[in-house]
């Protein structure tokens, strides 16, 4: 399990900088995320954030920087021994098999470490599932896809959640099942480091933000700052 010590940062990026081949896409980030927090990356497409969560992964292979996730730095780490302090990722693209139902999708991600959720406590979470329990893959909705790819990494014991996108094309009242159950999942002691375009979506989940251009952190605030400075918020996310 995690360290749970509040005075140990969940995850801390300093001069975070990342290649995709030869184009070079983050160029010095800094950020921290503390334990029990919901932080969101903000900014417009292109702008570097996937890319971010791809570093701290160790998805990104030309990255230079210090990632360190409850207090240990990632640098030299494989995607596998990441995972194994407590990471989950659930990418865009969602990765639900096509060719599995709803509980084997659930139950195919490793264990690995206690204190992951059983799959009837994913289903209390997102009763969708438990409906479709048994229907494969390709016959879910959009909502109920993104619902299953956040499911998924809930067993695997880890602590701090990393989700990208998780509202992208979804209609608004799955949208505020999503909120529901990251609401939720902060109150089980879940940290959550969020990518996300839905500014509206995000201001009502998130505690911190760090709004990206250029593969650069230009802009950070918190929940006081947006109800103080919406409209500039707004305006500096084109919103």
Do not use: W
């Not at 406590?121 to 229907?135: A, C, D, G, Q």
């Amino acid at each position: 399990m995690p360290e749970k010590d509040q005075n140990t940062l969940a995850l801390d990026v300093r001069n975070l900088t990342g290649h995709y081949g030869e184009t070079q896409a983050l160029h010095g980030i800094d950020f921290m995320v503390r334990p029990g927090e919901v932080v969101c990356l903000l900014g417009r497409n292109g702008a570097g954030k996937t890319t971010t969560l791809r570093a701290v992964v160790g998805l990104l292979t030309k990255r230079q920087g210090q990632i360190s996730v409850y207090g240990r730095n990632t640098q030299g780490m494989v995607p596998e021994d990441i995972a194994r302090l407590g990471v989950a990722y659930c990418p865009e693209e969602r990765g639900i098999f096509a060719s599995l139902d709803v509980e084997e999708n659930l139950l195919l991600p490793p264990v690995l470490m206690p204190g992951g959720m059983t799959v009837e406590e994913i289903y209390t979470l997102f009763p969708n599932l438990k409906l479709r329990r048994k229907s494969p893959g390709t016959r879910l909705s959009g909502g109920e896809q993104q619902m299953l790819a956040i499911g998924r990494i809930l067993r695997t014991g880890a602590k701090l959640l990393l989700l990208d996108e998780c509202t992208e094309g979804l209609a608004p009242v799955i949208i505020d099942k999503i909120g529901e159950a990251i609401q939720a999942l902060r109150q089980r002691g879940f940290t959550i480091l969020m990518v996300e375009q839905n500014f509206r979506f995000a201001s009502g989940v998130g505690d911190r933000f760090y709004v990206i251009e250029e593969g650069r952190v230009v802009e950070t605030f918190d929940q006081a700052a947006i109800s103080a400075d919406r409209a500039r918020i707004e305006t500096l996310l084109g919103v």
